[in-house]
């Protein structure tokens, strides 16, 4: 998905992946810009 897209939700799944291991974890829209990586 494009970055910078604004959703009108309070939550979206975001997806971390760092070497071999992936953590799930639901943040805020409002943090998206520190969550580059993440997916709805």
Avoid at 16 to 36: E, K, L, M, Q, W
Wanted: glycine share 4%.
């Amino acid at each position: 998905m494009p970055q910078g897209t604004v959703r009108l939700r309070a939550n979206y799944r975001c997806v971390f992946t760092s070497g071999n291991t992936s953590v799930s974890a639901f943040v805020r829209v409002i943090d998206f810009s520190t969550f580059p990586l993440c997916l709805w």
